[in-house]
Structure formats: C-alpha cells, structure tokens
C-alpha cells in the first residue's frame, strides 16, 4: 500500500508531521493539509501551518491583518487615520499574501469591533 502516511511512494517511507496539519498520500506524495483556523501563509513546510487565522495579525486570511479603535492605519495620501475614523472609500496601504504592500485598496466596510469579519467578502483594514 504505496499510498498510505505510513507506506508514502515506498515501503516505509512515513509522511512528515507538522504542526496545526494532517498529512495523506493520494498518489504516492506526502500532502500537507492546515487544520480549519491554520494556514500556511508563508508557503514553507519547514514551519508547519503556522499561521493561526484568528489572530488579529492575520484578520482570518495571509497577510490581513485587522485594526481596531485608535490604531493608525496607512493612507495613500501619506497621513495615518486611526481605525474608528475610516470611511468606506478610504484608500489605505495594505499587504497582500506575500507581505508585499498593495498601493490602492479601497475600504469596503467598516467595523465596529474588532476581528469581526463579513461572509465572502475581503477586508482591508
């Protein structure tokens, strides 16, 4: 049974564990899958799915990560806006999923709380 996290492509051969993950062998490779809330945002199997989506460093997606209250948030125009104080059309900084920063995102929706998200739609805090 090649294709087995015990057995993985050869006899022996056992799937690597990480952490927040499980591991199967569809086709005779090792495949990693994150747990629900974990992602791998980095792209590295050397640290797992080390990623916690519930985190406010991450806001529930790579690189997202959530501003609340008086926290400055990077505008376009060069001046910071504390959080409570954005508006919906408000252009902002952002970094996208390989921290690289994203010149032009617009404000979608604001919130009033912290870490509270919107189903199917991305936010940019």
């Known amino acids: 049974t090649r294709y087995t996290t015990s ?3 050869s006899c022996n051969y056992v799937c ?3 952490a927040h993950s499980s591991q199967s062998c569809p086709t ?3 495949v990693m ?3 629900t809330g974990y992602s791998n945002c980095d792209g590295s199997i050397t640290n797992d799915c080390e990623a916690d989506l519930s985190s406010t460093s991450t806001c529930g997606a790579c690189g997202g990560a959530c501003f609340h209250g008086d926290e400055l948030v990077s505008m376009i125009s ?3 806006k504390e959080a409570i104080h ?3 059309g408000d252009r902002v900084y952002s970094l996208n999923e390989q921290n690289q920063i994203i010149e032009d995102e617009v404000i979608m ?3 009033k ?3 509270a998200t919107g189903y199917g739609e991305k936010h940019t805090y």
């Open 7 to 9: 057995h993985c492509g």
């Open 28 to 30: 005779g490779i090792c």
């Open 113 to 115: 709380e912290p870490n």
């Open 86 to 88: 954005l508006l919906s």
């Open 33 to 35: 899958s994150c747990d």
């Open 78 to 80: 060069g001046e910071y």
């Open 16 to 18: 690597p564990s990480y």
């Open 109 to 111: 929706m604001v919130h």
